[in-house]
């Protein structure tokens, strides 16, 4: 079961959940990137079900800084990217040091607000061997002081294989932005797959949201996680 950490980064540490597979390992790693919910009850869930799929889950809790709004939908954009990505790397960092993942590769794992984080951490951050996006932003706001570049701005400098899922009826993430993020992909050659769920309204992975669609939420957590299968290799 996912139990709470602390995850060591400069200046302190902040929160995460780590769920790892039963047996000795060694295990995959996944850094799991939230939602504007933060650690709730859906994340629990999402590590949980990732190691019970054979990954090492660390959860990190990218909101757990001072003065990041307690209003959940006032959290985009609150704080700098750079904070987020310095918080990913610690947990990447965390994963790469646990006894049952030496030697695996890590990937990225996010939804919402943590599904664009899924989509740009990779273009910094290359030693992720693979990442999955759910419903997130492919483009934001850059007149945000705290959020100047975009995930499909950044695919020039994409390494990382990535696996982006979306809904086609989801009314903050318009199709319109997809169909900017999958040509800059295949512009640019990368290693990528894109899917819509038709119907699907922002949020539909997770059982507790009005949003909710079980049939697309299977079928694209299978997909991911094959994705992700698909890349393990051990680490050089």
């Not at 933060?38 to 019970?52: C, D, I, K, S, Y």
């Not at 904070?83 to 965390?94: F, I, N, Q, T, Y």
């Not at 119907?199 to 991911?224: F, I, L, Q, V």
Request: charged share 20%.
């Amino acid at each position: 079961m996912a139990h709470e950490v602390r995850i060591p980064r400069a200046g302190g540490d902040i929160g995460g959940l780590l769920a790892v597979p039963d047996g000795p390992g060694p295990f995959p790693g996944v850094v799991v990137v939230p939602t504007i919910f933060a650690l709730n009850q859906f994340m629990h869930h999402v590590t949980n079900r990732l190691a019970g799929d054979g990954f090492a889950a660390l959860a990190v809790n990218i909101f757990d800084h001072p003065g990041v709004p307690e209003d959940p939908f006032k959290r985009p954009g609150s704080q700098p990217d750079t904070r987020v990505l310095g918080d990913l790397d610690a947990g990447l960092e965390m994963l790469k040091n646990h006894a049952k993942v030496k030697g695996q590769t890590i990937s990225a794992w996010g939804y919402c607000i943590g599904g664009r984080f899924a989509m740009l951490w990779p273009t910094y951050q290359h030693e992720l061997a693979a990442a999955a996006s759910f419903h997130g932003f492919p483009t934001n706001d850059t007149s945000n002081p705290n959020t100047p570049t975009t995930a499909v701005g950044r695919i020039p400098h994409l390494r990382t294989p990535v696996i982006a899922l979306f809904g086609e009826a989801d009314k903050v993430v318009p199709m319109p932005q997809v169909e900017e993020y999958r040509d800059a992909l295949a512009k640019h050659g990368k290693n990528f797959e894109v899917h819509t769920y038709p119907g699907c309204d922002h949020g539909w992975t997770d059982s507790g949201r009005p949003a909710y669609n079980k049939e697309a939420a299977e079928d694209c957590w299978h997909k991911a996680v094959q994705f992700l299968r698909s890349r393990i290799h051990p680490r050089r």
